[in-house]
């Protein structure tokens, strides 16, 4: 079996993309105790099911994404404790920020993300874990947070379903199967014709109905989840965003921090600066450019109602090579 699909199916990595960074740094396998360990040198290279594998380095694996990587050194280099606070993850994907926050000891997290079902089954499957999917982080508001959630949390029934013990009796129904008649049958409670047919229109227009979207639903939330918390007011605030740059989101972040509350978001120059700015493959080259780049958003915060309280470094660089930051602010009172 290929070693990046061992990794997966044997659940020491979560995705064939984790796999094949584990591969990287260091993967060997052996059949049985006593025999050599074999070094996985490539991806493709073919481990024997059954095999006993050992990572050199499981760092990559301790989290569903680097994304986990990159949030636990800015928690240390924030000294910001996250147990027990109500956490807003904005652009969560796979999870890699969520599941941080969880091991971290977070009560809550309710992730964002513009994309559809994206988020990994584990986290998808945890009951402190609630996952909005379809909303664009630019077009964030309390209320349309609100909204995502109770979708995400419940399920919908139609409002008027079919109710099979109302069917009219059809005319003749006595004659199905060799029925009989004498005399004394009363056949003035069977339904008409007519009536018949006014009952098959009404549930033809409503299959089309359904089948349209256009039937009204009620909405109920999921057992199991009817005393979640959805208030959208959040003691810390994360993110990991692509292809947008952050002073075009940070407005809307700021109504859903409680006073006081923490913003900690990943920063990434490529999305910051002008196209002209940017080198071959999205590489931002200049390093003078970093202190551009960290002016804008410390001026975008100013602006918004949060007070910077620290830039750092992000402990590894983004997947193309990219030098990212943090930016650590708070709500002003």
């Known amino acids: 079996m290929r070693a990046d699909v061992f990794l997966v199916e044997g659940g020491h990595a979560s995705t064939r993309s984790q796999a094949q960074r584990l591969i990287a740094a260091g993967v060997q396998w052996r059949l049985a105790a006593t025999l050599p360990w074999n070094k996985v040198a490539k991806n493709g290279d073919d481990i024997p099911v059954g095999a006993e594998l050992q990572l050199l380095d499981a760092a990559e694996a301790k989290y569903l994404s680097r994304g986990g990587l990159k949030l636990e050194g800015a928690l240390q280099a924030t000294s910001l404790d996250v147990h027990g606070l109500r956490c807003l993850d904005v652009g969560q994907s796979t999870g890699g920020f969520t599941d941080c926050l969880l091991q971290a000891g977070a009560a809550q997290v309710i992730g964002v993300d513009v994309g559809q079902g994206q988020l990994h089954e584990r986290l998808r499957a945890d009951p402190r874990v609630i996952a909005v999917e379809g909303l664009n982080a630019r077009h964030l508001t309390p209320q349309a947070l609100q909204e995502g959630c109770e979708e995400a949390l419940s399920v919908r029934t139609e409002a008027d379903p079919d109710d099979n013990d109302t069917q009219p009796e059809a005319p003749y129904a006595w004659m199905r199967n ?18 018949i047919e006014a009952f098959k229109a009404e549930r033809a227009t409503k299959a089309k109905d359904r089948a349209e979207g256009r039937l009204a639903t009620v909405r109920k939330r999921l057992p199991g989840r009817e005393k979640d918390d959805i208030t959208p007011a959040f003691d810390l605030v994360v993110g990991d965003l692509s292809f947008i740059s952050l002073t075009l989101v940070l407005a809307a972040l700021v109504p859903l921090l409680k006073p006081e509350g923490r913003l900690l978001m990943l920063v990434k120059p490529q999305f910051e600066l002008q196209p002209g700015q940017v080198g071959k493959g999205g590489i931002v080259r200049d390093a003078s450019l970093y202190a551009e780049v960290e002016q804008r958003i410390r001026a975008c915060c100013a602006d918004i109602g949060l007070q910077v309280i620290g830039w750092h470094d992000s402990p590894i660089a983004g997947g193309d090579g990219n030098r990212e930051f943090f930016v650590d602010a708070r709500r002003a009172v």
């Open 178 to 195: 060799g029925g009989m008649v004498d005399d004394e049958y009363d056949d003035s409670a069977d339904a008409k014709e007519h009536e």
